[in-house]
C-alpha cells in the first residue's frame, strides 16, 4: 500500500473484468499459444504486451503483416466457446451482489460476447453497465473506455474509482482523471504504482465497499 490510504470514498466503481473479477489466464494463454503457433509467433512475446489490451491492437502489434481485423474476429469466436478455467476471483461475488447496480460497471478489453461467456460461466452477474472493446474506437491504455462506463453510469468522472490488475488499465483509469486501485496478482506492486495506481492490494478480498451517507455514495476500505 502506499499514501497509508485505508479508506477512499466515490459514486461509483468501474472493474476490470479479467484478473479483477474472474481469472481465466489459463484460458488466455491457452488460446494465444495455439494462435502463435498456427502463425510461428512467440507466445512468450505475445504475452509481454496482451494482458489488458484489445486483441486486435495486440495481433497489430505483433504481426502487423497479416490481416488482424480478421484474426481477431476468429480469436475472439473462439475464446467465446472454451470457458474451460475460468473461475470467479475470491470475493468478486461478495463485493457485487453488495453493489446497487447502478453505481458499478465492468470495462473489459474483451468483446461483449466473450465477458458475457465468461460472466455467467463464473456464476457472476452481468451489470447494467458493461463497456468492452466493441464500444471504443481506442482501448486501454487510452482513457476511452473508462470515461464511457462514466458517461453510461451519469457519474462524473473525478467521482468514480477504477480497479484495475494491468499496468495498461491503471494507465487508462489515471488518463480518464479517476483514482485507480491496483491488484497485485498479475503485475508487482513496483509496476502498478509506478503506473499511477493510488493504492495497490494483493488480493480482492482486501477491499470493503458500502453505501454510506454525505458528499458521496460509497466508501471504500482497505483492509
Not at 474451460?84 to 461478495?94: D, H, K, L, P
Not at 462506463?149 to 484495475?164: F, H, N, P, S
Request: proline share 4%; hydrophobic share 45%; charged share 25%.
Amino acid at each position: 500500500m502506499t499514501k497509508n490510504i485505508k479508506q477512499l470514498e466515490c459514486d461509483a466503481v468501474l472493474f476490470d473484468l479479467d484478473g479483477v473479477l474472474i481469472n481465466s489466464a489459463s484460458c488466455i494463454v491457452r488460446h494465444w499459444k495455439a494462435w502463435a503457433d498456427l502463425h510461428r509467433l512467440d507466445v512468450d512475446e505475445i504475452m509481454k504486451v496482451a494482458h489488458g489490451v484489445r486483441t486486435v491492437e495486440t495481433m497489430r502489434l505483433v504481426a502487423p503483416h497479416l490481416d488482424v481485423e480478421k484474426e481477431a474476429q476468429q480469436f475472439t469466436a473462439r475464446e467465446v466457446l472454451d470457458t474451460a478455467g475460468v473461475v470467479a476471483i475470491e470475493g468478486s461475488w461478495q463485493i457485487l451482489q453488495a453493489l446497487p447496480q447502478d453505481v458499478w460497471a465492468i470495462v473489459t478489453s474483451g468483446s461483449v460476447e466473450l465477458a458475457k461467456a465468461r460472466l455467467v460461466h463464473a456464476n457472476l452477474p452481468v451489470p447494467k453497465i458493461l463497456v468492452t472493446a466493441d464500444d471504443v474506437k481506442q482501448g486501454k491504455p487510452a482513457p476511452e473506455p473508462y470515461l464511457l462506463g462514466a458517461k453510461r453510469l451519469g457519474i462524473a468522472m473525478e467521482r468514480c474509482i477504477v480497479v484495475e490488475d494491468a499496468p495498461v488499465g491503471i494507465k487508462a483509469g489515471r488518463k480518464a482523471g479517476m483514482r485507480v486501485i491496483g491488484i497485485g496478482a498479475t503485475h508487482t506492486r513496483e509496476e502498478l504504482l509506478e503506473q499511477g495506481a493510488d493504492v495497490v492490494i494483493d488480493q480482492l478480498t482486501d477491499l470493503e465497499i458500502k453505501e454510506t451517507v454525505g458528499g458521496y455514495r460509497l466508501v471504500i476500505r482497505v483492509k
